[in-house]
């Protein structure tokens, strides 16, 4: 079983930063690549970014290709996103999750937080 909570959302002004927390428990969660989603209001849940559980190795959505990054810290068993040059259109809730397989469908994903809201305000 993996709990995950996630911090750090808030509301900033384009151009702005933020840096996404998704702390994780459970003793397994080593065994599980993490991913961040959002949803904005009224637009489907859509994937945002993804770090494998071994190599670290990341993949990112088109649209935040360049000014997101994803990372993790095993000690901490943290998962963050670095959220930078942020627009209106990055206005969601984000979500961290956690799945066995590398993918980047939803899905797939075995564990979910609870969300934190991100608003950027042109």
């Known amino acids: 079983q993996v709990q995950l909570v996630e911090s750090g959302g808030g509301l900033v002004q384009a151009g702005g930063s933020l840096r996404l927390s998704c702390a994780a428990s459970?003793?397994?969660?080593?065994?599980?690549?993490s991913g961040w989603f959002r949803q904005a209001p009224g637009k489907e849940r859509e994937f945002v970014a993804l770090?494998?559980?071994?190599?670290?190795?990341?993949y990112y959505a088109d649209s935040v290709k360049g000014r997101f990054t994803i990372s993790r810290d095993n000690a901490k068993i943290t998962v963050y996103l670095q959220m930078n040059s942020l627009k209106p259109e990055d206005t969601a809730v984000y979500y961290c999750?956690?799945?066995?397989?590398?993918?980047?469908?939803?899905?797939?994903?075995?564990?979910w937080g609870q969300g934190t809201l991100v608003t950027v305000s042109s």
């Open positions: 459970g003793r397994t969660f080593s065994s599980y690549h």
């Open positions: 999750a956690a799945a066995l397989g590398w993918s980047i469908s939803g899905s797939d994903y075995d564990y």
């Open positions: 770090i494998t559980r071994s190599t670290g190795s990341t």
